[in-house]
Nanobody
Framework: QVQLVESGGGLVQAGGSLRLSCSASGNTDCISTMAWYRQAPGKERELVAGITEGGTTNNADSVKGRFTISRDNAKNTLYLQMNSLKPEETDVYYC?????????????WGTGARVTVSS
């Protein structure tokens, strides 16, 4: 089992920045791909950015050039640096980890961090 805990959410003005963190604990001995998703009320959860264990990243077109995903494998921590935030990016941001071992592939989710961008 892996537990994911997000932190760093909050209120920011449009054009401002926030940095989200996701700390992983438990049985983290696996090949992991991690990602940030976000979800607004009444909408589907959407992928913001993903990163492999080796550091290959993939960002949604809507955040390219503004958001940066990174990870510190030694600290089992995932980050999302968000710059030039827009009011429409007010969402709950979720950390996700797909953890693969020889035995199983499991998908873990954090409980979310709320980000509010004021206009």
């Amino acid at each position: 089992q892996v537990q994911l805990v997000e932190s760093g959410g909050g209120l920011v003005q449009a054009g401002g920045s926030l940095r989200l963190s996701c700390s992983a604990s438990g049985n983290t001995d696996c090949i992991s791909t991690m990602a940030w998703y976000r979800q607004a009320p009444g909408k589907e959860r959407e992928l913001v950015a993903g990163i492999t264990e080796g550091g290959t990243t993939n960002n949604a077109d809507s955040v390219k050039g503004r958001f940066t995903i990174s990870r510190d494998n030694a600290k089992n921590t995932l980050y999302l640096q968000m710059n030039s935030l827009k009011p429409e990016e007010t969402d709950v941001y979720y950390c996700d980890e797909i953890c693969v071992t020889w035995r199983a592939k499991r998908d873990y989710w954090g409980t979310g961090a709320r980000v509010t961008v004021s206009s």
